[in-house]
C-alpha cells in the first residue's frame, strides 16, 4: 500500500511513499521537472509483477 501526495495548490501528484514495507522506496512524479533534467536518468520499468 501507499500514499500518494498532492500539491496543496494545483492538486497534481508530485510523489508516492510506502505505508507498507520495503520502507527504502518512493516515487517521484518526473513529469513535473523539465525532461532536461532527468532524461539522462536509467529508467526501471515496473510491470508490477516481478516484484
Same mark, same amino acid.
Given at each position: %500500500?501507499?500514499?500518494? $501526495?498532492? @500539491?496543496?495548490? @494545483?492538486?497534481? &501528484? /508530485?510523489? $508516492?511513499?510506502?505505508?507498507? &514495507? #520495503? #520502507?527504502? =522506496? %518512493?516515487?517521484?512524479? %518526473? =513529469?513535473?521537472?523539465?525532461? &532536461?533534467? $532527468? ?9 508490477? &509483477? /516481478?516484484?
Amino acid at each position: %500500500m501507499i500514499t500518494t $501526495w498532492h @500539491c496543496g495548490t @494545483c492538486g497534481i &501528484a /508530485s510523489h $508516492w511513499t510506502p505505508i507498507t &514495507a #520495503p #520502507p527504502d =522506496r %518512493m516515487g517521484v512524479n %518526473m =513529469r513535473l521537472f523539465d525532461p &532536461a533534467d $532527468w532524461q539522462h536518468l536509467p529508467v526501471q520499468k515496473v510491470d508490477g &509483477a /516481478s516484484f
